[in-house]
């Protein structure tokens, strides 16, 4: 997959991400970009793997060096992909850059997940059902690919 694929379905998760705001029933991702950096994460990560299964996708969790304060964004093909960075005030829209991410200044101490790895964490850490997350990247692929 190339940067520019990559760019062009992280441009189509947007509005996704953005359609699930306020529907209840899904957790965090109701108030994206808010609060939603770890499910959105996981499900783009999830996504992309689904659409290349070569693709070396990862889910990172950065940590303050506080400790208190953490952020989750993707990377993949040396791409950062943040879909919900313009949660924070110095930020106007989610970031799609090359590696290393801007906010890995603020969140530091990172951690690397697969895809698979995040969207059980979402599930035993955040209660957000892996089933439900599932029915949702199948939901954007069947909209975003018919």
């Known amino acids: 997959m190339t940067n520019q694929q990559l760019n062009e379905i992280f ?51 950065g940590t303050q060096a506080s400790g208190y304060g953490m952020h989750f964004w993707v990377e993949a093909n040396g791409c950062v992909l943040d879909p919900t960075a313009h949660q924070f005030p110095e930020y106007n829209a989610p970031i799609f850059a090359m590696h290393p991410s801007p906010l890995e200044k ?18 035993e850490e955040m ?4 089933d439900l997350a599932n029915r949702l990247v199948s939901k954007f ?3 975003a690919y018919s």
């Open 141 to 143: 692929l069947t909209h």
């Open 11 to 61: 441009l189509r998760a947007i509005p996704f991400f953005e359609s699930l705001k306020g529907v209840r029933g899904i957790p965090f991702i109701s108030t994206y970009p808010v609060n939603s950096c770890e499910s959105t994460s996981a499900m783009l990560a999830a996504i992309l793997q689904k659409l290349d299964h070569q693709l070396d996708v990862l889910v990172v969790k």
């Open 106 to 123: 603020v969140f530091s101490h990172t951690e690397l997940f697969t895809p698979e790895q995040a969207l059980t964490q979402c599930d």
């Open 127 to 130: 209660g957000f059902p892996r």
